[in-house]
Nanobody, 121 residues
Framework: QVQLIESGGGLVQAGGSLRLSCAVS????????MAWFRQAPGKERDFVAV????????SYADSVKDRFTISRDNAKNTVYLQMNNLEPEDTAVYYC??????????????WGQGTQVTVSS
């Protein structure tokens, strides 16, 4: 059974930084494209960032471009999201998942619990 375990969220002031981690168990993360998503209160879950299997290519939602960086460590079966210059609009629960397709972003596993990020103004 595949498990996606997100961590690293918290409460931070605007302009601050957080680093999220997504630990994968039950599946070799290096075999697939992976992505981060987020869901703000009362809104749908939205795509944030994607990374290919060997870090060859990344892409970001316009709202986080130049502030967030996605990376992965296949030896640790973990994907990361470095978030800098955080804004109150980044407040959301953040999730990772495997992608079966990039456009549109389509996930292939059940969602984990996510990690809460709250940015105060």
């Amino acid at each position: 059974q595949v498990q996606l375990i997100e961590s690293g969220g918290g409460l931070v002031q605007a302009g601050g930084s957080l680093r999220l981690s997504c630990a994968v168990s039950g599946r070799n993360a290096s075999t697939s494209i992976m992505a981060w998503f987020r869901q703000a209160p009362g809104k749908e879950r939205d795509f944030v960032a994607v990374i290919t299997r060997r870090n060859e290519w990344t892409s970001y939602a316009d709202s986080v471009k130049d502030r967030f960086t996605i990376s992965r460590d296949n030896a640790k079966n973990t994907v990361y999201l470095q978030m800098n210059n955080l804004e109150p609009e980044d407040t959301a629960v953040y999730y990772c998942n495997f992608l079966r397709s990039i456009s549109p972003p389509t996930v292939s596993e059940s969602w984990g619990q996510g990690t809460q990020v709250t940015v105060s103004s």
